[in-house]
């Protein structure tokens, strides 16, 4: 199973089903989640979110660095909890190793 896949089904199962309901802490907006995966040792997946994702991005393009790994970006938008990201994370690093 591909980090992108994983990752796929983590936003789809885990998302989708809070999508409309209320919540304390909704953040509404568009977030993008990365995934690095080194080369090297592909049990290790780097998972951010958001603009830590996309300065994680950023770093890699001003070091060189994208040839040592591999990158998947996934656009999820939704209005969902902080926590909820930080669970999804969590489950989206497992799959990594």
């Known amino acids: 199973l591909s980090i992108a896949?994983?990752?796929?089904?983590?936003?789809?199962?885990?998302?989708?089903?809070r999508e409309g309901k209320s919540q304390d802490k909704t953040?509404?907006?568009t977030y993008s989640?990365?995934?690095?995966?080194?080369?090297?040792?592909k049990r290790n997946a780097f998972i951010a979110a958001g603009k830590?994702?996309?300065k994680v991005g950023?770093?890699?393009s001003a070091?060189?660095?994208?040839n040592d790994v591999d990158i998947t970006w996934r656009t999820v938008t939704f209005p969902y909890d902080s926590k909820?990201?930080?669970?999804l994370l969590k489950k989206a690093g497992n799959h990594g190793k």
């Open 33 to 41: 989640i990365l995934a690095v995966l080194p080369k090297a040792d």
């Open 58 to 60: 950023d770093y890699l």
């Open 84 to 87: 909820i990201i930080e669970g």
């Open 5 to 17: 896949k994983a990752l796929d089904g983590l936003v789809k199962n885990y998302l989708h089903g």
């Open 27 to 29: 953040i509404k907006g």
């Open 52 to 54: 830590i994702g996309q």
């Open 63 to 66: 070091n060189n660095l994208k």
